[in-house]
């Protein structure tokens, strides 16, 4: 890990101290024997040192060996265990799509945040359908404010229309 330390420090150094930087790591390539997630907790705590502010915890996607057993959320006890060890606020990823999901992995601790990929690309209003879902509120643009679902009149927030 000396490597990867080396480049942190050189980017740390460069970037202001009012600027967070952060690593994503892959906690785990799947393979008996390679790397695992205890070492990604020793790479962590090297990183805490040296002022890291996150870690988005992956894995995987780096050797035909590797046996991944996918599944809702498999990569999030990642974040949690890294999370746990250090006290660095980490990202949590990996089949991550219902509202409901992602609100439990924040609210019981498991991660501080939840990254999501294929779930945005397959629908890039997600956050919006996630805060209709869980009640929350998003900001839209004025021109947006008419596409409001009936159902969820404080979902863009106190929106007025002007008269025709």
Do not use: C
């Amino acid at each position: 890990m000396r490597y990867p330390l080396e480049v942190f420090d050189a980017i740390r150094e460069v970037v202001p101290d009012n600027k967070p930087v952060g690593v994503k790591v892959s906690a785990t390539d799947w393979v008996e024997g390679g790397w695992d997630l205890e070492q990604t907790i020793e790479y962590a705590r090297e990183l805490k040192k040296r002022g890291v502010d996150w870690i988005d915890a992956s894995s995987g996607g780096v050797s035909p060996l590797q046996k991944i057993p996918l599944s809702p959320g498999y990569q999030v006890p990642f974040a949690a265990a890294i999370r746990k060890a250090t006290g660095v606020a980490t990202i949590a990823v990996g089949l991550i799509t219902e509202p409901k999901q992602a609100e439990e992995i924040v609210a019981s601790g498991k991660a501080d945040m939840v990254a999501l990929a294929r779930a945005m690309l397959y629908d890039p209003r997600w956050a919006w359908h996630a805060a209709a879902e869980l009640g929350g509120q998003v900001f839209a643009p004025p021109q947006y404010w008419r596409s409001q679902p009936s159902t969820q009149k404080e979902l863009f927030g106190k929106t007025t229309f002007g008269a025709r």
